[in-house]
């Protein structure tokens, strides 16, 4: 049997809210409302659900705890889409519906219906109410951490005047009008690093924020989108390493705040967050008898013995495109299954943004960290030296060109709060969904999201 009952009104909230005659149905057949999550508990019941798919044989049904399949053989009047109350009951294992009322009919016909939603579902063998919980419960555990460590949360702007100045980054831009039609542009940040940057100069010494960021033309994969949400923090007075043991920190106290454990089940790895190590880039490069040294001394010498390893076509490369295919080949790959691994001490000249090592001038104060293989953040001891800071600028500028990448206006506002005066500091930024990826055990970070961005 098939009853309707006419539409919700708007105001309403929550995927249904029962009127009268629906609770008038319930007290009149003495049924107890349960959620999809418990149903196995019940012989039969009543649930509050809606109809997401329906095919040959089943109904598949979701509320907010989960999705179900039903079997009902009437099934040839109800639509995806439409706000159900079914009174079940199990017979031999299997779901079957007696009666349903339909308390709300979608407007999409069948074909038109986008099956994203149960699609998620049922691609996941984590409920896609479960990964949004602990997604709640793990943005909430980044500012408790932070939080009971003394740092200020800091919202920097999203309309800015410089997206940030990088060799192969492109930006997303738009216009502005003022109440006289005076035309200003802007740009989405590709990083809120200039902006927090420029709070230290108020003398801020520990700050945070999480912060939506964009990145232009092809930043869409697995572990890539055109937006997405960045976390970054700085110590005033503070060496890199400094933030290489909050990472680790952090890292901990997010899994174990989700999973209640140290160990990081991913794939087929089991990943130990309580400990972590450090290799140069140097290091790395020994493992196949590359001095890394030439790279800054001797290029001509670096090409060759990364062609060595690699051997590619080198007629048109740079060495820079070297450094980065040894990297993604046979470096990153290999790094973080048995636990967090930090790689620190890049060729200078690759980090226009951090200081010189005291130890060696060839290398520059920058780490990144890997996780499974995958790269979570980048670090900084930061370059607060305006002057050197400027000629960067220039050098990164005019290597855009060259590439034919965007015109990217020059970051005077960050270069005046630099000749103000930002005091020694080292940073890092973390991508939380790859983050939150990894811990979940997820393949994709559109995976951690209820709406992705296409």
Not at 196 to 209: C, N, S, V
Not at 327 to 339: A, N, Q, R, V, Y
Request: hydrophobic share 35%; net charge negative; glycine share 6%.
């Amino acid at each position: 049997m098939i009853q309707r009952i006419s539409s919700l009104n708007k105001s309403e909230k929550g995927l249904i809210q029962l009127s009268n005659k629906k609770n008038n149905y319930i007290s009149k057949n003495k049924i107890r409302l349960i959620t999809i999550s418990s149903i196995s508990k019940f012989k039969k019941g009543l649930i509050h659900c809606r109809c997401e798919y329906v095919d040959d044989n089943n109904i598949y049904i979701s509320d907010f705890t989960g999705i179900i399949k039903i079997v009902y053989e009437k099934k040839n009047q109800i639509i995806s889409g439409d706000f159900l109350i079914i009174d079940f009951f199990y017979s031999k294992k299997i779901l079957i519906a007696k009666s349903i009322i339909i308390s709300n009919r979608t407007m999409l016909t069948q074909s038109g219906f986008n099956k994203t939603f149960i699609n998620k579902f049922l691609k996941n063998d984590t409920k896609l109410i479960d990964i949004l919980k602990n997604r709640t419960s793990f943005y909430s555990g980044i500012h408790d951490f932070f939080n009971n460590d003394s740092f200020i949360e800091i919202n920097t702007p999203t309309l800015v005047e410089s997206p940030g100045i990088e060799k192969y980054l492109e930006v997303f831009s738009t216009n502005y009008y003022d109440i006289n039609g005076n035309e200003k542009n802007f740009f989405m940040p590709t990083s809120p690093e200039f902006s927090l940057k420029e709070a230290l100069m108020y003398g801020l010494k520990d700050i945070y924020e999480l912060a939506k960021c964009f990145r232009n033309a092809g930043e869409y994969s697995n572990t890539h989108r055109p937006e997405f949400i960045m976390l970054e923090w700085y110590r005033a007075f503070a060496d890199y390493h400094v933030i290489i043991e909050d990472c680790s920190r952090l890292f901990l106290f997010l899994l174990q705040l989700i999973k209640n454990t140290h160990l990081c089940q991913y794939k087929h790895f089991l990943i130990n967050f309580k400990k972590y190590e450090i290799f140069t880039v140097k290091e790395l490069f020994e493992r196949d008898s590359i001095d890394l040294d030439n790279y800054s001394t001797n290029p001509d010498i670096f090409i060759n013995e990364i062609n060595r390893v690699l051997n590619c076509d080198i007629s048109n490369v740079t060495k820079e495109d070297l450094f980065f295919k040894y990297m993604l080949d046979k470096i990153e790959p290999t790094l973080g299954f048995s636990c967090p691994v930090f790689i620190v001490d890049y060729p200078y000249e690759m980090t226009p943004l951090s200081e010189q090592c005291e130890h060696n001038p060839l290398y520059g104060k920058r780490f990144e960290v890997y996780i499974a293989g995958i790269e979570i953040g980048n670090g900084y001891g930061e370059l607060i030296d305006p002057t050197i800071q400027e000629n960067r600028f220039h050098e990164v500028i005019k290597e855009r060109e060259i590439i034919g990448g965007s015109n990217l206006p020059y970051p005077e506002r960050f270069i005046n709060a630099m000749k103000q005066g930002i005091p020694p500091c080292s940073g890092v930024a973390v991508g939380t969904e790859r983050l939150f990826m990894i811990i979940m055990g997820l393949d994709d970070i559109g995976d951690t999201k209820l709406i992705d961005i296409v």
